[in-house]
């Protein structure tokens, strides 16, 4: 394993050292990204958090517009309670936290045990579930939340800047994880610290379809294909379950390894096979933004927007990891 | 009415469930790699690391209890607050001492708050599948009025029979289930884990 | 290789359709990436190029504030003369353009031949030189452009903006890179679409020191070591040739394949170093910017700031790759 | 004095180095990935495929100002202007008939003009090690009243020679200067590709 690290037990700490340093519109305490400027009185709160190695998600998008703290746990690991405790009650400006949960069980087991034990604030949660690789049932966990976590963090967070009470903020952020689906093709795994070797081994001529962000291997290899054909797996998994018409924001977002040319390549197929259907991408996202460590691959992740959505997406937003109108 | 057990018992057992699972920390998170996210080996080893740490600041309550606690606010994951529940759920269950019967049942109140937490039941390849055989081994020993030895080793060999049979089962919890069909023909890590730590009790047993 | 591409010839030509898509703020025609907007009257034109597989550097760069232009050539290889002459002509606001070149002998060679060919346009230059893995003497082809590239391209942008004429926009490009040094590190090499092998082989315990962005080897090898000790290589180098005091911007780039989580480790490290110098990270940049496709490693690039320097970084900027202010 | 030569000659000059770098294309770009960035070959093959069209397209001028301009305008890198300015002094020089010592002045002029564009010299593991006592072993034979044929056998002989002497140098100019002393101890590509031109005004000879 070669990786720019100091020991695999440092990772999360140092990497949060290097962006307190980079960052002076943040403040770690505790394994906790906050905004610096500290809560808004009156302003619904945003907390969310989950395993480290999707960065920049979610302590890159800590900041005006989106989140007002992110709790960081280990390298693929849900943070425990303490830190979601804390990070609640801090950011409580008195109107109340909204709790953005990917759907995995270490990730809701952990911030459902805080949000019991947080005292004296009013606490909602909201369901990130998009991945449409994983199948929905009664019987399983249900699908992973991915790419629909920085839609859900970036619309919730508008309105939340704007002064919506937390109803009104969760159920938007139910509305956008509801409006979106995500599908994902690995080319590589990727090599956590801890483990020191990759996740899973992929011969050089295949891929692995239906990936989620955390290594977990697909559902299914197939072989290695163009851009083209890949992207078309993927927009055919999402079409099938949400089917494409109207205004869509989308994403093409890297794991991690793979460089912004290749994504760019992927786009073009996306907004082709969007066209095709008759939609119509109105807004776009290409780059590394929900990663899996060094994972070479991408996932594309779509959005159906109305008007309110567009304007909230479109709203500013000041972030390390997510800039515009400011 | 079996013998007697107390505390001491318990921090006896924690202190080898510590070592069995720093012993087979790479086999864990290679189950894990397989069906998983590769990091449950490392997960309960920093945990029962951490547990060792709390027994030997020998702060106040039941070992079992500060064991739970400890690892719901310093694991995380889904086996975090899953085995933290499950420990102390148990802690909450046994005093200062107890007999083996009262252990019998606080481990079964344990392994029902897992099944509650995870809304999981046995079959669906998890820790469920070592846990329940090994809490009824327990049960069916104090039955037969069979002594502390004697149920916990009954336990262990249910708890590994369970965590083996895993192995064919389609994964319906946890990130295992991601992988539908394909998570078959592996064995579930916490399972395998759960094995250890059942199996740490005879080895506790043996010291105590 | 595992790449996302339809097939090593389409490469670029489908990474623009990607990037013409996905950014309605740009126009893309014969290869040459323009701001949507077209020229501003009265304002100088800025033109940057080279070979592609560095994105989001050029094109991801072009908007307000920043470049007018921008000329991508095949992979690793610099634009043709016709490209650039196109760009310039059309940048054209009737106060001149500026080619910001990195010191490669196909660039400077394909931007002169395109500077004597450009009729009717006032035409500066400026050489990015900054690297200092690469001795710069007579005998050689001197120091390689690589991060202080974004830095010349930003704050010469900023000038631009703000309407100063050709010379001075070009005098501040030229003291920008004067204050610029540069140093990077390779944990793996980088492989070409056209070669379809990575370019050197590089030992699971060995890392190349002072890479270019090219897939170049380094000066020598050595073995892998703690981000720290990395860290402090790629720091002595830029401080043995720039002294480090006062305000710095300091760029910790990935080379396309490294995750963020392992820059902010590396940017912690080279924070601390600066400190221990004396001196002051004033402003920073962490993330993936010039890159050389999926080349896994870092490069550091420190830049001087002046009050002027840093207005200009601060001043708003609207592209692609780099956006604040706006 | 030789025979006379023309412009159809200089087509099957460009014809036969089209076929042998896009024969030896992979090698080039293996030469390149040791000590450069592993797209030599690529470059030139591209570059000389559109010269086949330029020239199959039939436009007006000396086949090799227009293969010269052509690489110029449609390669890019460092090859691309320095191998268009070479071939296109030597289209310049030449009209749509001359001499072989019309030939051995006008390759001089080339590779002088690669010389200047390049600010190098010979003996910095360049292209012009190879062109440069190509350039003038096609001089010597001028000199020595040798046929075509024998001049450009001495000529292909030479640059084969000077590509092989690149391989103890240390680099001082282009991008395997950058690895300094680790640049020793491998074939410059372009002078590798000069050698493959060079040698097919051979190949053409024998067809012409
Ligand atoms: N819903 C659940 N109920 C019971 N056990 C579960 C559940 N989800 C996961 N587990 C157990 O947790 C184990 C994984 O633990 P670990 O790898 O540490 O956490 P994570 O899955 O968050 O990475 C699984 O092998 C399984 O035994
Ligand atoms: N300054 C120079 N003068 C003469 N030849 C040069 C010079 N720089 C590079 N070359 C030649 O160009 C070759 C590299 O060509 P190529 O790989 O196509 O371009 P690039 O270096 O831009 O990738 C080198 O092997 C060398 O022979
Ligand atoms: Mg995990
Ligand atoms: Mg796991
Ligand atoms: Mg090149
Ligand atoms: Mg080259």
């Known amino acids: ?326 | 009415m079996g013998p007697l057990m107390d505390a001491a018992f318990c921090a006896a057992w924690l202190e080898a469930a510590a070592l069995a699972v720093a012993a087979d920390r790479e086999r864990l998170t290679d189950l894990d790699a397989a069906i998983g996210d590769a990091d449950h080996g490392a997960n309960l080893d920093r945990g029962f690391s951490e547990v060792r740490q709390a027994l030997a600041a020998g702060g106040p309550g039941q070992p079992l209890a500060v064991a739970g606690v400890t690892l719901i606010r310093k694991v995380g994951g889904a086996s975090g607050p899953l085995y933290g529940s499950l420990l102390r759920a148990m802690g909450k269950a046994l005093g200062e001492s107890f007999t083996l019967a009262g252990f019998a049942a606080a481990f079964q109140a344990g392994v029902d708050e897992v099944a509650r937490l995870g809304k999981a039941v046995e079959g669906d390849k998890t820790m469920l599948d070592a846990l329940g055989p090994a809490a009824r081994a327990v049960a069916g020993a104090v039955r037969d009025g069979a002594e502390p030895r004697a149920a916990f080793e009954r336990a262990a060999e249910a708890a590994r029979e369970g965590a083996l049979a895993t192995v064919p089962l389609v994964a319906r919890k946890g990130r295992a289930s991601y992988l539908g069909e394909r998570s078959a023909g592996h064995e579930d890590p916490g399972a395998a884990s759960s094995a250890l730590i059942v199996g740490a009790l005879v080895t506790a047993d043996g010291e105590a």
Chains 1, 3 share one sequence.
């Not at chain 1, 505790?30 to 998600?57: C, F, I, N, W």
């Not at chain 1, 989106?66 to 400006?93: H, K, N, R, W, Y």
Request: charged share 20%; glycine share 12%.
């Open chain 1, 1 to 326: 394993m070669k990786k720019l690290i100091n020991s695999p037990g440092e990772v999360v700490g140092d990497a949060l050292k290097g962006m307190a340093a980079a960052h002076p519109s943040l403040r770690v305490a505790d394994r906790v990204v906050y905004r610096a400027a500290g809560p808004r009185a009156g302003k619904v709160g945003l907390v969310s958090g989950g395993g480290s190695g999707h960065e920049p998600l979610h302590a890159g998008f800590v900041g005006y517009g989106m989140l007002d703290a992110a709790c960081p746990g280990e390298v693929f690991t849900s943070p425990v309670p303490d830190q979601i405790i804390a990070a609640t009650q801090a950011v409580d400006g008195g109107a109340g936290v909204l709790h953005i949960v990917k759907n995995y069980t270490g990730d809701t087991l952990n911030f459902e045990l805080a949000a019991d034990l947080t005292e004296g604030v009013e606490v909602a949660g909201v369901l990130v579930d998009d991945d449409v690789a994983v199948q929905d049932s009664l019987y399983t966990a249900g699908r992973r939340g991915t790419g629909a976590t920085l839609f859900v963090e970036k619309m919730a967070g508008a309105l939340a800047e704007q002064g919506a009470p937390l109803a009104q903020v969760a159920r938007v952020a139910a509305e956008v994880d509801g409006r979106s689906r995500s599908f994902g093709i690995a080319l590589t795994s990727c090599t956590t610290p801890a483990a020191g070797k990759p996740t899973f081994d992929l011969p050089d001529d295949q891929v692995e379809l239906g990936i989620g962000i955390h290594g977990e291997p697909g559902r299914r290899r197939a072989p290695h294909a163009p851009a083209r054909e890949l992207a078309e797996v993927a927009m055919d998994a999402v079409h099938h379950d949400l089917p494409l018409y109207g205004d869509l924001l989308v994403m093409v977002n890297g794991m991690g390894g793979t460089p912004l040319i290749e994504l760019y390549i992927v786009f073009a197929e996306v907004e082709a096979y969007v066209r095709a259907k008759g939609a119509r991408v109105a807004r776009s996202l290409v780059g590394n933004y929900v990663t899996s460590l060094d994972m070479q691959g991408f996932s594309v992740t779509v959005c159906r927007l109305d008007d309110e959505l567009t304007r909230l997406w479109d709203a500013p937003v000041e972030t390390p990891g997510l800039r515009w109108g400011r």
